[in-house]
Structures are given as C-alpha cells and as structure tokens.
C-alpha cells in the first residue's frame, strides 16, 4: 500500500515537472515552486507576494504611460502644425501692396493698396522744443519730426488717400550725406510701389538761436492760430539745382497760396535754395516741407498736420489727382 502512494506520487511530480518545463523554461526557483503548488493542490493556492504584485501594476502602469505620451505628443504635434499652416504669410504680387494695418514693420507703414503718397525725412533726428534730450536733433522719436510724419500720414488716411510713410534715419549717427541715403529710400519704395507720384520729405525749419529774445521771436514766426489753437506754421523749401526746379517752385507757390486762402496765416513763403537739388527731381509732385521749427512744440506741429492735409488733398483732387 505504502509502495503505491510512493509510485503515485512519483508519477504526479514527474507530470507536473514535464508541464512546468513545456510551460516556461524561464520560471525561477520560488515562481517553479509555487506553480508545482498551485498545479498539484488548487485548494491551497498561494497569493503571489504583495511586491510582486506591485512590480507587475508599475510596469504596466508605465507602459501605458508611455502609450498616453506618444498619443499627446502627436496631438501636439497636430496643434503645432496646424496653427502654423494656417498663420503661415501669403506671399502678395508686386503689383498688390500688402496693408500693414497700422503697424510699421522694418519701418515703413502702408495704409492702404496702391499708396500714392511716400513721406520720409531726410532729417529724422530734427526734434522740437520739448524733447529731453534738449539739441534738438536726436533719436527722440515720439518728440520728432517722424512722429509728426506718422500724425500726417493719419490725416491724409481720413481723407481716402493711400500713403506709405517710411521713418527710416538718415541722419543718424552721421548727418553728412543724409540726402544721398534718403534718395536710397526713395528709390527702394519707388520701386516697390510703382502706385507713387507724390513724395513729401518732412523736416522742420531750425536756426541758430543764441538769446531768449532770438528764441521767442522765432517760436512767433513759426506760430498761428487757427480756430483758437496754436499750430506750427508750415512751409515749402524747393532745391534750384534740381532739373524741374521751376515746375517744382510753382507748385510750391500754388499749393501755399491755397492753403493761406482757406486758413490765413498758417504758411510761411516758400523757401528757394540756390544750391539745393534735395532729391526733388524723383518726383513730379516733390514736396519738401518744414512743419515748425525747433522752438514749437510736438503738440504744436501734430495740429498742423490736419491742415496740411486738408490743404493738399483739397488742392490735388482741384488738379484731378
């Protein structure tokens, strides 16, 4: 009787080893042990240690973290892509400008297609009275002859004219040779928008002033009042070296002559310069203007600019332009 149980169970480890080794060649010593258990005795199952368990839950808690990752980043991936496609810039013709919306970039702005107005300034660095920097030529912009160019090119805007106004420094660090870099521009942009026929190059006058007298009797050549404000009065300088110096002259003459009929005493006589040329020969309607001078103040010159609008875009759409 003993005998058998003996072969009895002999022959159950020896079925048990045989299953254990097809079932895995890679089982430990306490997993084989626990498995030859659970195979020959169901009702004493042992419960695999609480480590074990934990091992097995962190690693597939990690592989499915893994899976979460990849899915988020290609979501990423497609928001990434898909934003950019749809901000991507369209690439305008060079006969269709692109509006920059109020905004200057690489320092021109653009009001609207087609402008037919450049303003630049030869002399960006001309300031006015009230600049902190105090000589009246610096990169001062808000206090400056370009702030009145970026107030002027508004105006005009009001009235349906289409301007580019760029505030590029000419004078700045080096003063010689602004002119020479300001013809640059305007052939840059002239050759950008073909749409111009107008180019204004805004300045203000300045004069050697050595006493408060000198001072106070200039700031009252330079000032009017209009409709109970004081605005800085405006003018024409026109280069007698230019080749349509007389074509140029004359314009200059009509267009003050206009102006002091609708607003009397806002203009000062127009300027010839025997030994300027000032570019004016890249334009037929070249307009070199000096809003002020440098004992105005900013607040000052920016009233002017509403007439000065008026005034040209009155006159032009006279001419038919």
Same mark, same amino acid.
């Given at each position: ?8 169970? *002999?022959?159950?480890? @020896?079925?048990?080893? #045989?299953?254990?080794?097809?079932? @895995? ?20 199952? /042992?419960? &695999? ?7 097995? =839950? ?40 692109? !509006? #920059? ?8 702005? !653009? ?12 002399? *960006?660095?001309? $300031? ?15 206090? @400056? ?5 970026? $107030? ?15 505030? +590029? ?7 010689? *040779? ?6 640059? #521009?305007?052939? $840059? ?12 190059? /805004?300045?203000?006058? *300045? ?13 009252? #050549? ?14 024409? !300088? ?14 200059? &003459? ?7 009929? =609708? ?7 127009? !300027? ?10 890249? @334009? ?9 001078? &440098? ?9 002017? +600019? ?11 759409? &006279?001419?038919?332009?």
């Amino acid at each position: 009787m003993i005998s058998k149980k003996i072969i009895s169970i *002999g022959l159950i480890t @020896s079925v048990v080893f #045989t299953v254990c080794i097809k079932t @895995s060649y890679a089982l430990e010593d306490e997993k084989l042990l626990n498995f030859l258990i659970n195979t020959s005795y169901p009702e004493t199952k /042992l419960e &695999q240690p609480k480590d074990e368990e934990n091992k097995e =839950k962190e690693e597939k808690n990690k592989k499915e973290s893994k899976e979460d990752k990849k899915s988020s980043k290609k979501e990423d991936e497609f928001v990434k892509m898909y934003v950019g496609e749809e901000n991507l810039p369209t690439e305008e013709s060079s006969n269709k400008v692109a !509006v #920059t919306n109020g905004k200057y970039v690489d320092n021109v702005l !653009v009001t609207k297609e087609q402008p037919n107005i450049l303003i630049y300034h030869t002399h *960006g660095g001309e $300031t006015y009275a009230n600049s902190p920097a105090g000589n009246y030529h610096s990169d001062d912009k808000a206090n @400056s002859t370009l702030e009145v160019g970026a $107030t002027l090119t508004k105006e005009l805007s009001k009235r349906g004219r289409s301007v580019v106004h760029n505030t +590029t420094y000419h004078d700045l660090p080096e003063f010689v *040779g602004a002119y020479g870099r300001s013809l640059k #521009t305007i052939e $840059t942009m002239q050759a950008k928008y073909s749409s111009i026929d107008m180019i204004i190059d /805004l300045h203000r006058d *300045g004069r050697k002033l050595d006493s408060k007298e000198a001072e106070k009797n200039f700031k009252d #050549t330079c000032t009017a009042n209009i409709n109970g404000e004081n605005v800085a009065k405006f003018m024409f !300088v026109v280069g007698k070296k230019s080749e349509n110096y007389e074509q140029n002259l004359k314009l200059a &003459q009509e267009i003050t002559a206009f102006a002091e009929s =609708k607003y009397p005493g806002i203009t000062r006589p127009v !300027v010839p310069k025997d030994n300027g040329r000032y570019n004016q020969f890249k @334009s037929n309607k070249p307009l070199l203007i000096e809003v002020g001078g &440098q004992m105005n103040t900013i607040e000052e010159a920016k009233a002017s +600019t509403k007439y000065i609008a008026e005034v040209l875009d009155e006159f032009f759409k &006279q001419k038919g332009a």
